[in-house]
């Protein structure tokens, strides 16, 4: 089996309350590149499951929280090329009671479904994912796999979002993209040509992405990372937000995710109504999926009293 994508297309946003800034908005529709595997865990994916199978791997191994696109989508490509998988979740609680669980949280439900087996570690385990030592534990209890970071980004991964941008896309000024691990942008850095700039809005709070990209990046790309709009922090959210992305659906029929896309939208829009952008300037904004985090979004929002995505 192969990897196939969907035909993305570079959708051009019209807002009402943009027409006077003289800029042009396009998103790159990365959400639509396949129905289960979306956005940018397609291209982190992709090339690790080439390695998985040239290794001769039966399992893959990967980590996440309980609402995480990777997991759900580490559960769906194990279940489409053939692999085992295990999940290993941050939050000892939610493996107390399983079946509440399963029917609380849409995501590890679908994972599930996709035959993902679970392993529930306190949060002071699930810091020690990355040591040696936690690692071997893991291959003594499930024998060998192949393992996917958190997040996915490895360097398999950057040569995957490498792929993002296409012919014809170096006619856009300014690429933006949203923030996790630092991966997806790596790779969108990586694929630039010296005309052009990336931004990045990181959906945390704090500094330390800087390095992790430089890691990843070659030197001399132009890019920066705009640290206003993460809301207070990973999965954090409030009703502006919420009512940004249902007034953006509105408008454009382009669905937003809460945590990573929807903040970068928002910051885009504010940025581009504050003045930061020359007239005529192009924009290329990509969606990088996440979709499948609505429903249990959806749920907290609920418990809050705030409004739905819609």
Request: proline share 2%; with cysteine; glycine share 10%.
């Amino acid at each position: 089996m192969v990897f196939v994508t969907n035909n993305i297309e570079n959708q051009q946003v019209f807002l009402s309350e943009l027409e006077r800034f003289g800029v042009n908005l396009f998103i790159k529709r990365e959400d639509q590149i396949h129905p289960f595997i979306s956005g940018n865990k397609y291209r982190k994916l992709k090339y690790n499951i080439f390695k998985a199978q040239e290794e001769k791997h039966d399992t893959l191994l990967t980590f996440g929280g309980a609402f995480s696109n990777h997991i759900s989508a580490v559960a769906f490509a194990g279940k489409e090329f053939g692999f085992k998988t295990i999940g290993i979740i941050r939050g000892e609680e939610l493996g107390n009671d399983l079946k509440n669980t399963l029917q609380q949280n849409p995501t590890l439900n679908a994972a599930n479904k996709h035959g993902m087996q679970f392993e529930f570690v306190t949060r002071s385990d699930y810091r020690l994912k990355n040591t040696e030592e936690f690692i071997e534990k893991l291959k003594d209890k499930f024998g060998n796999f192949y393992l996917i970071p958190e997040g996915g980004t490895n360097n398999l991964a950057i040569r995957g979002c490498e792929e993002i941008l296409k012919l014809g896309d170096e006619s856009f000024d300014i690429v933006c993209s949203a923030i996790g691990t630092g991966g997806t942008i790596s790779g969108i850095i990586n694929s630039i040509n010296k005309n052009q700039k990336v931004l990045g809005f990181p959906a945390l709070k704090g500094d330390f992405l800087a390095k992790e990209i430089k890691k990843y990046t070659i030197q001399g790309k132009k890019w920066s990372l705009i640290t206003d709009y993460h809301f207070g922090g990973f999965a954090k959210i409030n009703g502006d937000l919420v009512n940004f992305i249902n007034q953006f659906k509105l408008e454009t029929s382009i669905p937003l995710d809460p945590i990573y896309t929807g903040k970068m939208m928002y910051g885009l829009v504010d940025l581009i109504k504050k003045g930061f952008f020359k007239k005529g300037t192009n924009i290329l904004a990509i969606h990088t999926g996440g979709l499948q985090g609505i429903d249990g979004m959806n749920n907290y929002l609920k418990q809050k009293q705030l409004p739905l995505i819609q």
